[in-house]
């Protein structure tokens, strides 16, 4: 089974456990799958989304950074 939503996260970052929060929440409400990396772990997620942590993909598209809202979350996983 693949995860519907994958989160870039990094640690020691406030914004991304909120985002992980929201993101568990959503997912566990609808069943859906989830998985989170740590963007320090490829230089090139580094290069691309650095600056965007927490950044948050559903079917493999970039959905939402910085801040996840849980409306358009369970909107987009509908």
Do not use: I, K, N
């Amino acid at each position: 089974m693949t995860a519907r939503v994958h989160v870039l996260t990094r640690r020691d970052c406030h914004l991304c456990e909120v985002a992980l929060g929201v993101v568990a929440q959503v997912c566990d409400e609808l069943g859906e799958s989830w998985t989170e990396q740590d963007v320090d772990s490829d230089p090139d997620l580094v290069r691309t989304y650095g600056d965007e942590v927490p950044v948050t993909f559903v079917d493999g598209e970039r959905h939402d950074f910085w801040r996840v809202d849980a409306g358009r979350l369970r909107a987009a996983l509908a």
